[in-house]
């Protein structure tokens, strides 16, 4: 003779608990305390070694940089690729021989040496490095140092 069991949720319905006994018991996170190291404050005993062995459990540790300011920057090597493009849009000047660019202008703030040019070139920029006031006065360029004031900062 074959039996259909019925499923234990079925039989639970009515009882209010559903057999976990008190109505305080298996609410979830809540009835152990929390989730992980919930619980673990300074008088913890259960999970006091934890805590020792963990040198970075209580206080902040580590920095944060605040108003940092960035340079916008760009590199010999690209300045040169984009000559032709600048002067189409006429962003840069060509007179004779020599180009002229106002680096401030399109938003640059320092000029870094890296690369080589082939063409002379007159740049009105904030800041440069050495290597680049070298490589462009090299090429019968010049490079005028444009100091930004306080309040532009």
Request: aromatic residues 6%.
């Amino acid at each position: 003779m074959v039996f259909n069991k019925r499923k234990k949720n079925s039989r639970q319905r009515g009882s209010h608990t559903h057999g976990w006994g008190s109505k305080k018991k298996h609410r979830g996170s809540g009835n152990r305390g929390g989730k992980g190291m919930a619980g673990t404050g300074k008088k913890a005993d259960s999970k006091k070694p934890l805590v020792w062995k963990n040198k970075k459990y209580f206080g902040k540790y580590g920095f944060k940089v605040k108003n940092k300011k960035t340079l916008n920057s760009i590199t010999l090597k690209d300045l040169s690729d984009k000559l032709d493009v600048l002067v189409e849009q006429k962003l840069a000047v060509k007179e004779n021989d020599v180009y002229k660019i106002n680096l401030k202008e399109l938003g640059y703030d320092k000029l870094l040496g890296n690369g080589s040019i082939t063409k002379k070139l007159e740049v009105v920029v904030p800041k440069a490095t050495k290597k680049a006031i070298a490589v462009i006065e090299e090429n019968g360029g010049k490079i005028i140092l444009e100091e930004t004031t306080e309040a532009e900062k």
